[in-house]
């Protein structure tokens, strides 16, 4: 079946602006993770979905980032007035159980300018 | 604080030759490791896990909590192994993988 997807795989934005970067899990994957790669590094850990609940945002960097998952399967992670220091590769990631093998998507290429 | 740490950013090897990517952590608790690689142009997936006891590709990691490491190993190396590896921790009671930094392995033909 089809793994994980996202959109957009690039984004460019001016500093200032808000951004929506959108995972969509595969299907029946009940855990939903959100990690931040900036160049050169591993991916950070932001935030962690089971179903619909955010049970843990311990990795979200401020109160500009936000991220959703109303009905337990497509997310979205929202960044508002986005700055420089927000360049980085989002990726999504879904697994059948919260410590099992996770499945990554393409990730989102975000560059703020 | 729970660490991930790869001490070599490339290797560079020669096919034919031994491969060894180290990891080492630092987690007081029990962790669950990872090797999860990412080739050129695709998508992160998981390689190898410890307590699965695998062999993928050729590829071995043993977890060794006494020195704290769980590195990667291959006895023979080939062209297609060429991508960046990263080593990942899931704590007992946590709800996120911690990732090292990434080697990149270049085998050289």
């Known amino acids: 079946g089809a793994g994980v997807s996202q959109s957009p795989r690039y984004k460019v934005a001016k500093r200032g602006q808000d951004v929506a970067l959108r995972c969509d899990p595969i299907?029946?994957?009940?855990?939903l993770f959100w990690y931040q790669q900036a160049l050169g590094q591993g991916p950070e850990f932001l935030t962690y979905f089971q179903n619909e609940a955010q049970l843990d945002k311990s990795g979200l960097p401020s109160d500009r980032f936000f991220a959703e998952r109303p009905e337990g399967s497509v997310s979205t992670l929202k960044i508002q007035r986005t700055q420089q220091e927000d360049s980085a590769v989002y990726l999504c990631?879904?697994?059948?159980?919260?410590?099992?093998?996770?499945?990554f998507g393409p990730g989102t290429r975000l560059t703020v300018l | 604080a729970q660490r991930v740490t790869q001490p070599e950013k490339l290797l560079s090897v020669f096919k034919g030759a031994p491969v060894e990517l180290k990891c080492n952590y630092s987690y007081s608790g029990s962790p669950e490791l990872f090797w999860y690689v990412q080739y050129s142009r695709q998508r992160l997936q998981l390689l190898l896990r410890h307590i699965s006891r695998e062999s993928i590709k050729g590829f071995t990691a043993d977890l060794n909590k006494g020195e704290t490491s769980f590195h990667l190993k291959k006895p023979f190396a080939q062209e297609e192994d060429s991508a960046m590896y990263y080593c990942?921790?899931?704590?007992?009671?946590?709800?996120?993988?911690?990732f090292g930094a990434g080697t990149i392995l270049r085998v050289k033909s």
């Open positions: 299907s029946g994957h009940v855990s």
């Open positions: 990631a879904s697994s059948s159980l919260r410590r099992d093998e996770q499945f």
């Open positions: 990942a921790l899931f704590m007992e009671y946590g709800n996120k993988l911690v």
